[in-house]
Antibody, heavy 114, light 107 residues
Framework: QVQLVESGGGLVKPGGSLRLSCVAS????????MNWIRQAPGKGLEWISY????????YYADSVKGRFTISRDNAKNSLYLQMNSLRAEDTAVYYC???????WGQGTTVTVSS | DIQMTQSPSTLSASVGDRVTITCRAS??????LAWYQQKPGKAPKLLIY???TLETGVPSRFSGSGSGTEFTLAISSLQPDDFATYYC?????????FGQGTKVEIK
C-alpha cells in the first residue's frame, strides 16, 4: 500500500542541526512532487517546503527559508529535510506528504530545547 | 499570501446532526482547496480535494462546495467517528496555507 515513513526527529539544542528522512513505498516516487508540513504542539498545520518530482523546483515558507533545505533521491525513493540553525519555534511534528497532499506520513517529532 | 479563515473554531454537535464548516480566503482562487480530518496524535486524513471531489474511501456523508473566496465542508449526519479537528487548505499558490482548524465536539 501507499506509505510514507519519516525518521530522524529528536531533541536538539537551539542553533543545532537535524536531517529528516522520508521513505516512500507503494507508488512511483519519481512521478510525484512532495512536501514537508509541520505542526507545533497544540497548534495548526504549517506547510514549509515543496519539491517537484525531478527536484528542479523548490519552494520554502518564509519561516524556514535560508535555514532548511529540501532534497530528494528518486533512486532511493527518499525525501529529505536538512534543518540548520534550529530555534525553539521549530519544535513540531514534521510530516512528509505527497502532492497537495493526498498521502501523509505518520510524522516525526523535533524538539528544540536547551 | 492567501490567508484562510475557518469558522467556527469549535462546534458542539450531536450524533445525527448536519454540520457545516466554512473556510474564507483572503483572495479569490479557483478550486484548489482541500479538507482534512485530524484526530489526536494522528496525521491528517484527506477528505475532499479540488473543493468538492470526495477522496476514495471517504464516506458520502462528507461533501465540499464553494469557489472564489468561500468554501464549505458539510457532514450530512454526524457519526461518532467524525468527532475530530478539520482543516481547510489552499494549494492554489505558494505558500500553501491552512485554516486554523475547527474542532467538532460532542454536545
Amino acid at each position: 500500500q501507499v506509505q510514507l515513513v519519516e525518521s530522524g526527529g529528536g531533541l536538539v539544542k537551539p542553533g543545532g542541526s537535524l536531517r529528516l528522512s522520508c521513505v516512500a513505498s507503494g507508488f512511483t516516487f519519481s512521478d510525484y512532487y512532495m512536501n514537508w508540513i509541520r505542526q507545533a504542539p497544540g497548534k495548526g498545520l504549517e506547510w514549509i517546503s515543496y519539491i517537484s518530482s525531478s527536484g528542479s523546483t523548490i519552494y520554502y515558507a518564509d519561516s524556514v527559508k535560508g535555514r532548511f533545505t529540501i532534497s530528494r533521491d528518486n533512486a532511493k525513493n527518499s525525501l529529505y529535510l536538512q534543518m540548520n540553525s534550529l530555534r525553539a519555534e521549530d519544535t513540531a511534528v514534521y510530516y512528509c506528504a505527497r502532492e497537495w497532499p493526498d498521502v501523509w506520513g505518520q510524522g516525526t517529532t523535533v524538539t528544540v530545547s536547551s | 499570501d492567501i490567508q484562510m479563515t475557518q469558522s467556527p473554531s469549535t462546534l458542539s454537535a450531536s450524533v445525527g446532526d448536519r454540520v457545516t464548516i466554512t473556510c474564507r480566503a483572503s483572495q479569490s482562487f479557483t478550486r484548489w482547496l482541500a479538507w482534512y480530518q485530524q484526530k489526536p496524535g494522528k496525521a491528517p486524513k484527506l477528505l475532499i480535494y479540488r473543493a468538492s471531489t470526495l477522496e476514495t474511501g471517504v464516506p458520502s456523508r462528507f461533501s465540499g462546495s464553494g469557489s472564489g473566496t468561500e468554501f464549505t465542508l458539510a457532514i450530512s449526519s454526524l457519526q461518532p467517528d467524525d468527532f475530530a479537528t478539520y482543516y481547510c487548505q489552499q494549494y492554489n499558490s505558494f505558500p500553501w496555507t491552512f485554516g486554523q482548524g475547527t474542532k467538532v465536539e460532542i454536545k
